[in-house]
T-cell receptor, first 114, second 109 residues
Framework: DADVTQTPRNRITKTGKRIMLECSQT?????MYWYRQDPGLGLRLIYY???????NKGEISDGYSVSRQAQAKFSLSLESAIPNQTALYFC?????????????FGQGTRLTVV | DAKTTQPNSMESNEEEPVHLPCNHS???????IHWYRQLPSQGPEYVIH???SNVNNRMASLAIAEDRKSSTLILHRATLRDAAVYYC??????????FGKGTKLTVNP
């Protein structure tokens, strides 16, 4: 089983629909992140959480919300999807107490809003 | 907001060494330098990290400037499987994990 699992892997949805992307991890890490990737723009941080009670906005949080249901689960929601939210989304985890340890990424969710 | 700067793209020939640069103009004294790579159609994966000294592992080497304002990821003999986007970043205890646009490495046969 993967250390970081994202579901679904692919999703096509209509404009205005609510959609949730889920992320779960088995690393036992305290920190979790959601990134968005568009061609040529690298990885842009949407939201991050340092523990269950700590949620923070990243650089592009407008139009998104998150929920940290447990240490191992971090969900990203699009309340009313719009076409420019079509992108590849990645979840990642890291250990805040071990900055030498690398972060782990999921395989990504490809979201298309039509 | 990315704290590092990298060239957008680089090109190499197979079996030649590749030096991928990264600038860390605002790095703090306790931040680790991490490198990741993203193969086509995959999520990013950790490659190597360092603090002050040069580091080697089975994937690559990391050279860190004495003032820590720059680092270089070294692939000693590039293969076609090394074609990817490479990201450098800075990791500290209290900072969020942010990335820039990375360097897209093309390896020519």
């Amino acid at each position: 089983d993967a250390d970081v699992t994202q579901t679904p892997r692919n999703r096509i949805t209509k404009t205005g629909k609510r959609i949730m992307l889920e992320c779960s991890q088995t690393k036992g890490h305290d920190r979790m992140y959601w990134y968005r990737q568009d061609p040529g723009l690298g990885l842009r941080l949407i939201y991050y959480s340092f523990d269950v009670k700590d949620i923070n906005k990243g650089e592009i949080s407008d139009g998104y919300s998150v929920s940290r249901q447990a240490q191992a689960k971090f969900s990203l929601s699009l309340e009313s999807a719009i076409p420019n939210q079509t992108a590849l989304y990645f979840c990642a985890t890291s250990d805040g107490g071990q900055p030498r340890v690398g972060a782990f990424f999921g395989q990504g969710t490809r979201l298309t809003v039509v | 907001d990315a704290k590092t700067t990298q060239p957008n793209s680089m090109e190499s020939n197979e079996e030649e060494p590749v030096h991928l640069p990264c600038n860390h103009s605002t790095i703090s004294g306790t931040d680790y330098i991490h490198w990741y790579r993203q193969l086509p159609s995959q999520g990013p994966e950790y490659v190597i990290h360092g603090l002050t000294s040069n580091v080697n592992n089975r994937m690559a080497s990391l050279a860190i400037a004495e003032d820590r304002k720059s680092s270089t990821l070294i692939l000693h003999r590039a293969t076609l499987r090394d074609a990817a986007v490479y990201y450098c970043t800075e990791v500290g205890g209290s900072e969020k994990l942010v990335f820039g646009k990375g360097t897209k490495l093309t390896v020519n046969p």
